[in-house]
């Protein structure tokens, strides 16, 4: 199981490196275009953790990081699928900021649940 912890860690840091490429380069209007391919890759990333957190439980490792996991990946998703009809006008970056801010706490999360469980399996 630890192998496939370390997969799914190096999987969800490679989508969110695309990630937040392409949110820069949609925050700055220079690929418009593959917002599609952003939204799809956040899916997938919300997935990752969420297989991240199914993968902890059947491992029977006890940890709140968990269940807050979860919930973090249904506020990533939630967020992402509704951000362009948030404060639209000139407030939209306030949208923008939470946005790029609750994918970094995604992120965060993996990388305290992988290390965790590393540790508790170890």
Do not use: C, D, N, Y
Not at 11 to 29: S, T
Request: glycine residues 12%; without cysteine.
């Amino acid at each position: 199981m630890r192998g496939a912890v370390t997969a799914l860690q190096m999987l969800i840091r490679l989508v969110w490196v695309v990630q937040v490429v392409l949110g820069m380069l949609l925050w700055a209007g220079r690929a418009l275009r593959f917002l599609p391919v952003h939204m799809l890759v956040g899916v997938v990333f919300v997935l990752l953790l969420w297989m991240l957190s199914a993968l902890v439980m059947a491992g029977r490792v006890r940890t709140g990081l968990t269940p807050l996991t979860v919930l973090w990946g249904a506020l990533t998703l939630a967020l992402g699928l509704t951000q362009t009809r948030l404060m639209i006008g000139g407030a939209h970056w306030v949208v923008q900021v939470l946005h790029l801010l609750v994918g970094i706490g995604g992120i965060v999360l993996a990388e305290r649940l992988a290390a965790k469980v590393k540790r508790g399996w170890a």
